[in-house]
């Protein structure tokens, strides 16, 4: 059964430090990986989609990397600012024929100005 | 651009009440999902429905039902409120099954709270 972990639960940092996010998974048959950020009562929004056969993907100040082999993930934000604190999650698609994403519970980043 | 909205956003029930909680969309999405959010657990699927007309069982199905009688709307229900079903509840939608590659991104709604007392 896949279990995907996110460390730390919690972050705090000052503005312009760049940071990385972890996330790991168990069952490194995946199909691909997504980063999400959820702000304070509100939904989900995909920030960055790694398939399987991809190391990195890069948005912006964001840069994804996957690491399948280790089931590892990780979500870098350079020169961290304020409007980054949010909750990040991941979430990984298995290899079989259902449409689950399986979540991490997410890392929740303060980026103090 | 309304995107997906969801219906009521706050509720209260009593234990054995039943609600119906409305997911609508705007984006001619085919795919459209139930998850429910607790904390330190992250998201998981309820129900997901991959047209008009269908639904099928996702993780925790157990005590939920859903309808998708027009391709915009996802109801999700409840026909006899249990505590354990406080929870938060987001519903989701894609244009393409989470099989396909490329710029496939699940649109979420701001969530819909709900307590069981």
């Known amino acids: 059964k896949q279990e995907v972990t996110q460390i730390p639960a919690a972050l705090s940092v000052p503005e312009g430090e760049n940071l990385v996010l972890n996330c790991s998974f168990t069952?490194?048959?995946?199909?691909?990986l997504q980063w999400f950020r959820q702000d304070p009562g509100k939904g989900l929004t995909s920030l960055l989609l790694i398939q399987s056969s991809q190391r990195e993907q890069t948005s912006g100040r964001l840069n994804a990397s996957l690491d399948k082999s280790s089931g590892r993930s990780t979500l870098y934000i350079a020169a961290s600012q304020p409007g980054d604190s949010a909750t990040y999650l991941c979430?990984?698609?298995?290899?079989?024929?259902?449409?689950?994403?399986?979540f991490g519970s997410g890392t929740r980043l303060l980026v103090r100005p | 651009n309304a995107g997906v909205t969801q219906t009521p956003k706050f509720r209260v029930l009593k234990t054995g009440q039943s609600m119906t909680l409305l997911c609508a969309q705007d984006?001619?999405?085919?795919?459209m999902y139930w998850y429910r959010q607790d904390p330190g657990m992250g998201l998981r699927l309820i129900h997901y429905s991959v047209g008009e007309g269908t639904t099928a069982k996702g993780e925790v199905p157990d005590g939920y039902n859903v309808s998708r009688l027009k391709k915009q709307n996802f109801l999700l229900g409840l026909e006899s409120a249990a505590p354990s079903q406080t929870s938060v509840y987001f519903c989701?939608?894609?244009?393409?099954?989470?099989?396909?590659?490329?710029?496939?991104?699940?649109?979420f709604g701001a969530g819909s709270r709900l307590t069981v007392l």
């Open positions: 069952d490194s048959a995946i199909y691909n």
């Open positions: 979430a990984v698609r298995g290899m079989d024929s259902s449409y689950k994403l399986i």
């Open positions: 989701a939608s894609s244009y393409w099954g989470l099989l396909r590659s490329g710029a496939n991104v699940l649109t």
């Open positions: 984006m001619n999405h085919e795919y």
